[in-house]
């Protein structure tokens, strides 16, 4: 166990909806960060926040967003969904801003568009 | 844009041999470069990880070797087990790119008994 929890485990949607997948920090981390994995491919960064602030963005969908809020945790809304964001989420946290520093997954958020 | 290759995509050792995992990246800037370990339905986990001012470092079964000239850098797993059976990630991080941190597409490792 990580110290990082995710919720929901799993969420299963239709096209064009809208959900929020909430992650929690390991305590005392002030980084957050989150990834995309779909079938059977690699991790792809989506965007990371440093104590309430946007820190570096990746491969983000624009109907793609988060926000680290005051307690730390951090919160993924994926809007207008399409059968392709079917996929596994995963959050990560760190100590601080995150050069060369462990990151330590939670055990991620199966989402699945129908 | 920063990329980061892996090769193999899958590896099939017999237990009790060597396993290597290639990686190469293409940020000169990048000085960080961890490896994962993802089990089937699991979390990534860090198993080994290097910094630019190393050429390498062993932990029990695990070394990592980095030759920052070449811009690539390998995953060695010794003396097999039927546990080391996972997915395997590099990434390379820059300071230069704010913490982001890019990926390998992963290698499939299986061990045969």
């Known amino acids: 166990d990580s110290g990082v929890t995710q919720t929901p485990k799993h969420l299963i949607t239709a096209t064009g909806q809208r959900v929020t997948l909430r992650c929690s920090p390991r305590s005392g981390d002030l980084s957050v960060y989150w990834y995309q994995q779909s079938l059977d491919q690699g991790l792809q960064f989506l965007i990371q926040y440093y104590n309430g602030e946007e820190r570096a963005k990746g491969n983000i969908l624009e109907r793609f967003s988060a926000q680290q809020f005051p307690d730390l945790h951090s919160e993924l809304n994926l809007s207008s969904l399409e059968l392709g964001d079917s996929a596994l989420y995963f959050c990560?946290?760190?100590?601080?801003?995150?050069?060369?520093?462990?990151?330590?997954f939670g055990p991620g958020t199966r989402l699945l568009v129908l | 844009g920063e990329n980061v290759e892996q090769h193999p995509s899958t590896l099939s050792v017999q237990e009790g041999d060597s396993a290597v995992i290639k990686c190469t990246y293409s940020?000169?800037?990048?000085?960080?470069f961890p490896w994962y370990k993802q089990e089937l339905g699991k979390r990534p986990q860090l198993i080994i990880d290097?910094?630019?001012?190393?050429g390498e470092k062993k932990d029990q079964r695990i070394a990592v070797t980095l030759n920052k000239t070449a811009k690539h850098f390998s995953l060695h797993i010794t003396e097999t087990q039927p546990e080391d059976s996972a997915v395997y990630f590099c990434a390379a991080q820059s300071y230069s790119s704010a913490s982001k941190i890019i990926f390998g597409s992963g290698t499939r490792l299986s061990i045969r008994p």
């Open positions: 990560a946290s760190s100590v601080a801003r995150g050069i060369q520093e462990t990151q330590y």
């Open positions: 940020d000169s800037a990048s000085n960080y």
């Open positions: 290097i910094r630019s001012n190393v």
